[in-house]
């Protein structure tokens, strides 16, 4: 059974970083499309970042410059690097992983197959 935990959400200031960790007990983690989305109360869940097996990533317009997705193949953990934060990051971020795909990582939550709980990030003004 495949499990995704996510640890290191808070609460910070605008203008502030957090390291997001996603510890997944897939084995060859580094061959599947890995990705963070995010949920704020009341919208949809959006793609932030994915990562594929050969390391190309894609970002979200709004977290572009600011955050950076990255993975630790051997230690099978997904990070999530989010820098100068805003309000508007305010939201549940999970990590999420497409067992079917190893490249061209889609942004569409729909076809990622597996899920983490979720760790909850507030940025206050």
């Known amino acids: 059974q495949v499990q995704l935990v996510e640890s290191g959400g808070g609460s910070v200031q605008a203008g502030g970083s957090l390291r997001l960790s996603c510890a997944a007990s897939?084995?060859?983690?580094?061959?599947?499309?890995m990705g963070w989305f995010r949920q704020a109360p009341g919208k949809e869940r959006e793609g932030v970042a994915v990562i594929g097996s050969d390391g190309g990533t894609s970002y979200a317009d709004s977290v572009k410059g600011r955050f950076t997705i990255s993975k630790d193949n051997a230690k099978n953990t997904l990070y999530l690097q989010m820098n100068s934060l805003k309000p508007e990051d305010t939201a549940m971020y999970y990590c999420?992983?497409?067992?079917?795909?190893?490249?061209?990582?889609?942004?569409?939550?729909?076809?990622?197959?597996?899920w983490g709980q979720g760790t909850q990030v507030t940025v206050s003004s």
């Open positions: 999420a992983a497409d067992l079917l795909r190893s490249a061209y990582c889609y942004f569409y939550a729909e076809v990622y197959g597996q």
């Open positions: 897939i084995s060859r983690q580094s061959s599947y499309c």
